[in-house]
Nanobody
Framework: QVQLVESGGGLVQAGGSLLLSCAASGRSFSSYAMGWFRQAPGKEREFVAAITSSGGSTINADSVKGRFTISRDNAKNTMYLQMNSLKPEDTAGYYC????????????????????WGQGTQVTVSS
């Protein structure tokens, strides 16, 4: 089992940057594929980015390609989301998620795949 805690959200102007972190407690962090999702008011939670358990491969939603970068440091049990060139439409609660996997090369974009979720951190981008 793993517990996830997000941090780094806040208020930023359009064009600015934020770095989100997801700290994991529990055992065997390096055996978990990880992902970031976001949810705006009145909308469904949507995929943002995912990373394999090894950190060797990532996938990104089209809406954030070229602007957001997902990464992880297995030695620190932490995953990151570097967000650049932020837009007002990026405003949402951001959630990290984890699923244990035996495949070090698998990354998942489907919300239902994930077993564990953090409580979220709010990102607000002003125009």
């Amino acid at each position: 089992q793993v517990q996830l805690v997000e941090s780094g959200g806040g208020l930023v102007q359009a064009g600015g940057s934020l770095l989100l972190s997801c700290a994991a407690s529990g055992r065997s962090f390096s055996s978990y594929a990880m992902g970031w999702f976001r949810q705006a008011p009145g909308k469904e939670r949507e995929f943002v980015a995912a990373i394999t358990s090894s950190g060797g491969s990532t996938i990104n939603a089209d809406s954030v390609k070229g602007r957001f970068t997902i990464s992880r440091d297995n030695a620190k049990n932490t995953m990151y989301l570097q967000m650049n060139s932020l837009k007002p439409e990026d405003t949402a609660g951001y959630y990290c998620a984890a699923v244990q996997t035996r495949n070090p090369n698998a990354a998942y974009y489907t919300r239902s795949t994930y077993s564990y979720w953090g409580q979220g951190t709010q990102v607000t981008v002003s125009s």
